[in-house]
């Protein structure tokens, strides 16, 4: 029988990572008044998270691969201590708590694919995959109204008592919840072997294990298959991050408010959630996927030449929850092709996922962050490579069927 209370109390806690590290995005000024330092400082107790994902993007997918629920089970520890941790008086236990959690999220955002592999029939797999994958978006929306709710100085550290609450909450659910052992039809449908043996981490035909630690990331990285899925993610996870970095000052020359385009950028997300939970489903049960990420490219792109040509408030709201109904799925979509294709080593091959999208959001926030003073090049500068993107899809197209269930 399908464990789905195992993936709902895993929601939750992706859901809680994502709360945690958006915490103080909401609540600059009033952050930088209360530890009585600069903004600069403050906006590092959310830069943490990409940077310490791509350092332990890959070991932390290895330590799911060879201890999976104990691996889930730190991250779930981790981020509770992480958010008692900022509790304490002073800028330096909040940078600690945030560090904590930010070693934790590899750990936690790695196991989308695992948790579903190894508690959902096949079938069942896409679903538990787009929920997991919505969950992260949603605690963005979380996190963002929570710093509207305790927006001043003395709100502060109720914020952060009501975040600890409930990241230790769902981290002792996580733990009851994974308390047993997945059921055996964990290891129906595993995906295919990049060798062509077996599965990696996997008996090989032999009878001999697959590779497992370094050898499962060499394995991963010599499948052209997994390397083309992570080359698909590295634009529109960019894309995404530049957006929401900057949306504001790009949006600002145009007469949109800092209101107005936090109210944006909320939509967006929202409408990525609502996208994340219904377009993946239907893209794997129509077995459309290719066609569908096809879709989502061209979407950002002309988004992206609207935002550049008329831009505006009206303008904004509309290509930018278009933008996020159509990209933010392509991750759940790429993220339930690599359970296909990796068979019991997806922790690993997860990981390489999560760390080209990270890279792709830091190099492309980089590039636009140079051009903020210029939006229109920049929003240009996004749709070109969103159109660049697509011949990716047709030399993928070849390999769809090697993943086919």
């Known amino acids: 029988m399908a464990r ?15 709360v945690l590290w958006v915490t103080f995005a909401p609540v600059t000024d009033a ?3 209360l530890y009585g330092v600069s903004d600069s400082a ?23 691969d060879r201890w999976f629920r104990g691996g889930l089970g730190l991250g779930a520890v981790l981020t509770a201590v992480g958010a008692l941790l900022r509790l304490g008086d002073g800028y330096g236990w909040a940078l600690f708590g945030q560090l904590v959690v930010g070693v934790a999220q590899p750990l936690v955002l ?4 695992g948790v579903a ?5 096949p079938a069942d797999r896409p679903t538990g995959i787009a929920i997991g994958s919505a969950s992260t978006f949603a605690g963005l929306i979380v996190g963002f109204g929570l710093g509207a709710v305790f927006a001043s100085p003395d709100g502060i550290r109720s914020l952060l008592l009501v975040q600890a609450g409930l990241a230790v909450a769902v981290a002792v659910a996580v733990l009851a919840a994974m308390r047993k052992p997945a059921p055996d039809l964990a290891l129906v449908g595993a995906g295919s072997s990049p060798a062509g043996g ?15 630690g370094f050898g499962a990331v060499r394995e991963a990285l010599r499948d052209p298959v997994i390397r083309r899925l992570c080359a698909l993610v590295f634009v529109p996870f960019g894309v995404f991050v530049s957006l929401t970095t900057f949306a504001q000052p790009l949006l600002e020359p145009a007469g949109v408010s800092e209101s107005t385009a936090g109210l944006i950028l909320v939509a967006n997300v929202v409408a990525g959630v609502v996208g994340c939970a219904i377009v993946p489903v239907l893209a794997s049960r129509h077995r459309v996927e290719v066609r569908v990420m096809g879709v989502a490219l ?37 993220l339930e092709l690599t359970e296909r294709r990796s068979g019991r080593a997806e922790g690993t091959a997860t990981g390489l996922i999560w760390l080209t999208g990270n890279l792709g959001g830091l190099v492309l926030a980089a590039v636009v962050g140079v051009l903020v003073a210029h939006p229109g090049p920049a929003f240009l500068l996004l749709a070109v490579l969103s159109l660049l993107t697509l011949p990716l899809l047709r030399l993928f197209r070849s390999s769809l069927s090697a993943i086919r269930r």
């Not at 790695?110 to 694919?113: D, P």
């Not at 592999?117 to 029939?121: A, C, D």
């Not at 550049?308 to 933008?323: K, R």
């Open 198 to 212: 077996g599965s990696v981490g996997e008996p090989a035909a032999g009878g001999e294990p697959a590779s497992a």
């Open 117 to 121: 592999s190894r508690y959902l029939p």
């Open 31 to 33: 952050a930088s008044s």
């Open 298 to 334: 061209l979407v950002t792109a002309l988004a992206c030449v609207a935002l550049a040509v008329v831009p505006g408030v009206t303008v904004g709201f509309v290509a930018v929850i278009a933008l996020g109904f159509a990209l933010l799925p392509a991750l759940p979509i790429v």
């Open 4 to 18: 789905w209370s195992v993936i709902v109390v895993f929601a939750l806690l992706g859901a809680v990572t994502q």
């Open 110 to 113: 790695n196991a989308i694919t």
């Open 42 to 64: 403050i906006g590092w107790l959310a830069n943490v998270f990409p940077l310490l994902y791509v350092l332990l993007a890959i070991p932390a997918g290895m330590v799911l």
